[in-house]
């Protein structure tokens, strides 16, 4: 049996923190899906950080690129203006869901502009179904070009951040309109249960985010005291605390080194602060790294720490675990679902130092209950994030939805009604 042929949309594809929805992508093409990547806009170079980023961006189809040559966005409206029921329904619904105000009403017509040319590009390339990633503006561009065409689409919706602003993002009509919702956690889809009328949380399936356990090889058992930290530099990732509770064990462990792969807004600030704590020699700002390089990172670090006040799933805990490398994180939002406390990595309050402090500190000390630890998480992993696993459900749940078949599972493994 041929499998549908796709497309992936988000708002910028690749990039350097999404590296979740390139093995996903990767993982359908190996199913035998021909999958077609699409991106709202250019990514930009410093995404571009390894030879896998760089292939992908190469073949990735950019909308606004397109949207910018007068002669095809008329060309791709015209077409759709051809069914005019069609196309005052779509445009009304852009107008109907836009959020409130005139420049809320102006983005949404944009947005239905560069749908309409996302919308005959997939209809040229033969695409029988569009994904969505992120839930935000592409997601809307995503939903346009569903009623512009008739295009059977879906999306995979992550937060926090989306939950932040729901009503802004309209996130209940897109759960009614999607064909199915791909939620990252159990507390994800909990939170768009909020907002999704009750008539359509049958379609709201939990499919993890994941890695490729087998890049993330264990290593033999490490010996000295580095920390590692990977993400966007940005408040929402509480780097100020990581960096107060190494100053606070800097003199218990001299050799202590944290290393921060990743870069962001808050950078220059906290470079300041690592200078004005006399930690240069100790902390270390490494910038974006490819998925090779952070992977060997992973291989030389002792602990992964990441201190977030507001998280979906992090993909990074996942590689960590699976690296065998004991975790230090927050308890927040479907963090719990990946990391249970003593059990494969600590668990500590959001934005306390004090607590973050004593748990590193507790496995700084104790290189048995780092192995317990390690050997725990990666179990964890494979059983239930495994990034080729996670693909092959998503893709029941294209093919199910494209034949007009019901799912009645919130997991594979998970029989029952949702």
């Not at 490490?222 to 100020?240: S, Y």
């Not at 974006?288 to 201190?307: H, M, N, R, T, W």
Request: charged share 25%; with cysteine; glycine share 8%.
């Amino acid at each position: 049996m041929s499998l549908p042929k796709i497309a992936y949309l988000t708002g910028e594809y690749p990039r350097a923190s999404d590296t979740f929805i390139q093995r996903e992508v990767t993982n359908l093409r190996a199913l035998g899906h021909e999958v077609l990547t699409c991106s709202i806009r250019t990514t930009g170079a410093e995404h571009l950080v390894g030879p896998e980023q760089r292939e992908e961006h190469a073949r990735t189809f950019k909308v606004l690129d397109a949207v910018r040559n007068p002669v095809t966005t008329l060309k791709a409206h015209w077409r759709w203006m051809k069914t005019p029921g069609r196309y005052l329904s779509a445009l009304g619904s852009a107008w109907r869901t836009a959020p409130k105000g005139i420049k809320g009403r102006l983005y949404n017509l944009i947005y239905f502009v560069e749908a309409g040319v996302l919308a005959a590009k997939l209809a040229d390339e033969g695409v029988t179904h569009l994904h969505n990633h992120i839930a935000k503006a592409s997601c809307t561009v995503a939903m346009l070009a569903g009623e512009l065409s008739g295009l059977r689409w879906s999306f995979t919706i992550h937060g926090p951040d989306i939950f932040f602003e729901p009503h802004h993002w309209r996130i209940d009509e897109k759960a009614a309109r999607a064909a199915f919702v791909s939620c990252i956690s159990h507390f994800c889809r909990s939170q768009l249960m909020c907002f999704a009328d009750a008539q359509h949380w049958h379609k709201l399936h939990i499919v993890h985010c994941g890695v490729d356990p087998s890049r993330y090889a264990p290593k033999p058992v490490r010996t000295g005291l580095t920390a590692l930290f990977v993400g966007r530099m940005a408040g929402v990732k509480g780097v100020p605390i990581l960096i107060d509770a190494v100053a606070r064990l800097s003199k218990t462990y001299p050799d202590l080194t944290l290393r921060l792969v990743g870069d962001g807004p808050d950078r220059e600030a906290l470079e300041a602060e690592v200078a004005k704590r006399g930690l240069q020699e100790r902390v270390k700002f490494l910038g974006y790294k490819s998925q090779a390089e952070v992977a060997e990172e992973l291989a030389q670090a002792d602990v992964f720490v990441l201190p977030s006040f507001a998280e979906g799933v992090p993909v990074v805990l996942m590689e960590a675990m699976a690296s065998q490398v004991p975790v230090v994180t927050t308890r927040i939002a479907g963090v719990p679902e990946l990391v249970e406390d003593g059990v494969n990595g600590r668990l500590v309050p959001p934005g306390d130092v004090d607590a973050f402090a004593e748990a590193l500190d507790a496995l700084l000390s104790d290189a048995d209950l780092r192995r317990t630890y390690s050997a725990a998480g990666r179990a964890k992993v494979v059983a239930e994030y495994d990034a080729a696993q996670e693909a092959k459900w998503l893709s029941e749940l294209i093919v199910s939805y494209g034949e007009g078949r019901s799912v009645t599972s919130l997991r594979p493994s998970e029989e029952g009604t949702p």
